[in-house]
């Protein structure tokens, strides 16, 4: 493998502030050649969880409802912005509990990806939960007015085919679930 | 199912406005049941394609590189944003070449997934392209420095447990494309 350097930041400017939800900085670059960048723009947001939760008869939890970053109905995994210092497990399942009315026995995290590898955008920990079962309501306080369904494998890799699932995050959380190779415990 | 309703975007004011990588703007919105939101961001961000990228023999383009918005070296898939007016299947041909020089006989759309479902940070179009071949040589004006890497399927999903494919349109190409029952044609 060739020797490969990282970039060196040699500053940062904040050109925008919408705590707690959104930074925009501008970083002057050194590259490992020596030229400079004067503006490598960075999208600071929030970290997120998704969960992929299955019902011991396999049936998969999803939820239908307006995404306005994606301006129609979708389906969508359970799941959300963490909250300042919550630990991605931890908010994991309180957007799981607060969504569905869901709890799970196991769960194992089946990675963390940052969501633009040139801008950010924030980070994404994507949880795989088995044994969920209904405890407690809804109670949620997003915004969207949501649909929980349950739907087995099959179902939901149609709607994938279908275009029913907008959004990276959840075609992500549901192609790893679904593929075995990639989920080792 | 429950009737939903979509949201009523009433105004729209632009906070910032970095052309062509970046827009913030802020949304007053109606809600379905009469409530106002009266800043609901958006990060409008331009689209980008990305190829899973397959030789004759079964191995996978992959590119290393330092990616400045994940902080480190990682493994990709190649890809990038479109330019104004480009066709996401024009734009994926032209990155795979640019960045690997390589073309592919067959192309498949394995779906267009808007990046983050309140904030949208635009859509990534992720191709599977099969039949890959050198034709040329890399002539990417990108500001890494890349290693292209060919690579067998268990190799990267190996590579993907260890942690090494560090953003998620990536890890969604890469799964998407090894489980047989998302790519239909």
Redesign the interface.
């Known amino acids: ?2 020797e ?4 060196k930041r040699l500053s940062t400017r904040e ?2 502030s ?1 705590p707690p ?2 930074r ?1 900085l501008s ?1 002057k ?1 050194r ?3 020596g ?1 400079i ?1 004067d ?5 600071v ?1 929030p970290d997120f969880a998704c969960v992929f939760a299955q019902t011991p008869d396999g049936s998969i939890l999803l939820e ?11 389906l ?1 995994v359970p799941g959300g912005y963490l909250e300042p210092n919550e630990e991605p497990l931890q908010g994991a399942k309180r957007e799981l509990e607060e969504e569905t009315g869901y709890q799970a026995d196991r769960w194992h995290l089946m ?12 980070k ?1 920990h994507l949880f795989f939960a088995t044994g969920a079962r209904k405890v407690n309501d809804i109670h949620n306080d997003d ?1 969207e ?1 949501t ?1 929980v369904l349950l739907m087995k494998p099959k179902e939901v ?1 149609q709607a ?2 279908k ?1 029913e ?8 959380a549901i ?2 679930a ?2 075995k ?2 989920v ?1 415990s």
Chains 1, 2 share one sequence.
């Open positions: 493998m060739r490969l350097q990282p970039w050109l925008l919408l939800r959104l925009i970083d670059i590259l490992p050649d030229r960048v503006d490598f723009y960075r999208v947001m239908r409802h307006y995404k306005h970053g994606v301006g129609r109905i979708d969508s990675g963390s990806y940052v969501v633009n590898g040139n801008q950010g955008c924030g994404a915004l007015e649909e890799i994938a085919i275009g699932i907008a959004t990276l995050t959840s075609m992500t192609a790893l679904l593929n190779e990639f080792t």
